[in-house]
């Protein structure tokens, strides 16, 4: 009897698919295992990160066909061994199966800024954990400390540092989005880049005046850039140029500040500082503190024969409310404020002169054409800021004569007012004495 030996082949076994490349989802293949035979048994399978044939820690499946998962990050190997009855055994393995489920990063270095006027460079580091790597980012920027965010970039490629110059004043932020090989899509914002580049502003309540009183100014500094006042120096001076030195400081964003010093122009200088660094240099003035003011000085005659009309040969008269005849009166009023102590009233020399000699020696004692000498400096008396005084000019020689020709200079009048150590004056510098009150006196001829 001749007897055949039979061939039992070995079964086989294969996943689909056989690879995986980079994905955020879990990953799920088909074992299929088969024999020949038909006399399969089952298959053992096990997940490694090794393309090493495992020893142990292998699961069991005797189903033909079946599905196996893996879920957790990592790169993956799926090693399957087939059986059947006769003994027989069948290996493979397949893979990579790659899977990153951990969103990228990114690093902003410096990741925030204080209170500063300059821009800020920042570098942006992106990452990636989960294995797949950075595909590719962008970033936008926010000056409102992120309430909302103005337009993305362009993105970037891949795993590269880009620097960003934050430059607007506010409060910065900028956010980044990555994206990975694995489809993982990543946010990271930055702390707060503080920045201000608008200097503050500076008011001076009232900007100039001439007072009385002490002046007192009121100082108001205001930031509008959002880092804050953070001082104000301010200083008295009697010039204009900056001052080096001496500087008074006031952290309050209004104060006032107040010039005691009598009869000296004065001059405020401001300078404002904020917390970013910027600061505005101003100067307010003049300033002035007399307790003592001249408000008007008027002399005028009773005869007023300069006021621009004709006379009795029809002569047109020029119009000229200081020019006189010796011998004239003259009133003269005086308006202040301050309420001084004093008032002193003084003229050029030939008209305080209480003797005149003319030309031909002749001499004119002023008493005897008046009754009475004049001292001065006179004082009118003072009543409720204001003075009258009514003055006989005396003989002197004539500034222009009838045709209006000049003879010599004007004469001029000054009125002091005192108030302790104060004072002010004002002086009418314009006097024209031209003949006197006798050239005028129309004398009747007797028949």
Not at 146 to 172: A, I, P, Q, R
Request: hydrophobic letters at 30%; a negative charge.
């Amino acid at each position: 009897m001749n007897f055949t030996l039979l061939a039992n082949p070995a079964p086989t076994v294969d996943a689909t698919p056989t690879s995986a490349d980079w994905t955020n989802a879990n990953v799920t293949c088909t074992i299929t295992a088969s024999d020949p035979s038909g006399d399969y048994a089952y298959t053992n399978y096990m997940w490694s990160t090794s393309t090493t044939k495992p020893t142990s820690g292998w699961t069991m499946n005797t189903a033909g066909t079946f599905n196996v998962t893996q879920s957790t990050q990592g790169v993956w190997y799926l090693h399957m061994e087939a059986f059947d009855y006769g003994g027989n055994r069948f290996y493979r393995m397949r893979g990579p199966y790659k899977i990153d489920k951990t969103p990228p990063s990114a690093v902003f270095n410096p990741n925030s800024a204080s209170w500063r006027n300059t821009n800020v460079n920042v570098v942006i580091d992106p990452s990636d954990t989960g294995g797949s790597g950075v595909k590719q980012w962008r970033y936008r920027k926010s000056t409102d400390n992120g309430s909302t965010y103005g337009e993305w970039s362009n993105y970037v490629t891949g795993d590269t540092n880009w620097t960003v110059v934050v430059d607007t004043t506010g409060l910065n932020k900028i956010q980044a989005e990555i994206q990975d090989n694995a489809g993982n899509i990543g946010y990271v914002t930055s702390g707060t880049y503080y920045i201000d580049k608008i200097a503050p502003t500076i008011n001076a309540n009232p900007a100039t005046l001439e007072s009385t009183n002490p002046v007192t100014v009121a100082v108001t500094s205001v930031d509008t850039g959002g880092s804050g006042l953070k001082q104000t120096n301010y200083r008295w001076s009697t010039t204009t140029a900056k001052p080096t030195s001496g500087w008074s400081t006031s952290t309050a964003g209004s104060f006032t500040t107040s010039l005691t010093i009598e009869n000296v122009v004065h001059y405020l200088h401001v300078e404002a500082f904020d917390n970013a660094g910027n600061s505005t240099y101003r100067v307010f003035g003049p300033y002035i503190y007399n307790p003592v003011k001249i408000t008007s000085v008027t002399i005028s005659g009773y005869w007023n024969h300069w006021r621009g009309q004709t006379d009795l040969l029809g002569k047109r008269m020029t119009n000229e409310p200081h020019r006189f005849l010796s011998l004239e009166k003259v009133r003269i009023e005086v308006t202040t404020i301050g309420s001084p102590e004093k008032i002193e009233v003084r003229f050029s020399p030939e008209l305080e002169a209480m003797m005149y000699v003319d030309p031909k020696g002749n001499r004119y004692d002023y008493r005897e054409m008046v009754g009475y000498y004049v001292g001065f400096p006179y004082q009118p008396a003072v009543n409720e800021n204001k003075a009258v005084w009514e003055y006989i000019l005396p003989l002197a020689p004539s500034t222009k004569d009838w045709d209006n020709n000049v003879l010599r200079s004007p004469y001029w009048m000054k009125v002091t007012a005192y108030k302790g150590s104060s004072s002010d004056t004002y002086m009418v510098t314009d006097i024209n004495i031209t003949g006197n009150v006798y050239d005028l006196i129309y004398i009747q001829p007797v028949d």
